[in-house]
């Protein structure tokens, strides 16, 4: 590849730098949001194993060491399956289809959980 002329890439470099904290910035949990409705959100960027859930951890319940083995025992191998299998949505907040589907749109803010929790809100049961 050929090199950039100097301009171009002090571009590129501040480029790539306001990229990646925005990327962090977006990524953040919001104050009190619960550990599943974070993970519900960053879903749209998509499965990475457990990336969302250890982000999560580390970021707001660095103590949680276990969360991990936790939700494996529940099923949750992965974000995506932990959504699927460790905790459902509260049946109370949640309209259903005649088929039995909740109807996940338009999604509630989180109900919030105190700090270093990594239990769900009311909008989850477990
Ligand atoms: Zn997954
Ligand atoms: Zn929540």
């Known amino acids: ?17 306001e990229l990646h904290e925005l990327s962090t ?21 998509g499965c990475h194993g457990m990336f969302w859930m250890r982000r999560y951890r ?3 319940a660095p103590r949680a060491t276990a969360l991990e083995e936790r939700m494996c025992r529940r099923g949750g191998y992965c974000d995506c399956e ?10 109370y907040i949640f309209e259903c289809t005649p088929d ?3 109807l996940m749109e338009p999604m509630p803010s989180c109900i919030g ?3 270093g929790s990594t239990r769900p809100c009311d909008l989850w049961f477990d």
């Open 1 to 17: 590849m050929e090199a950039l002329p100097p301009e171009e890439a002090e571009f590129f470099d501040h480029l790539e730098q």
């Open 100 to 102: 039995g589907e909740f």
């Open 82 to 91: 932990m959504l699927q299998n460790a905790f459902r949505p509260n049946h």
């Open 58 to 60: 580390d970021l707001r």
């Open 25 to 45: 910035a977006l990524t953040l949990p919001l104050p009190r949001e619960c550990l599943v409705c974070y993970v519900y959100r960053m879903l749209d960027f």
């Open 113 to 115: 959980v105190r700090a």
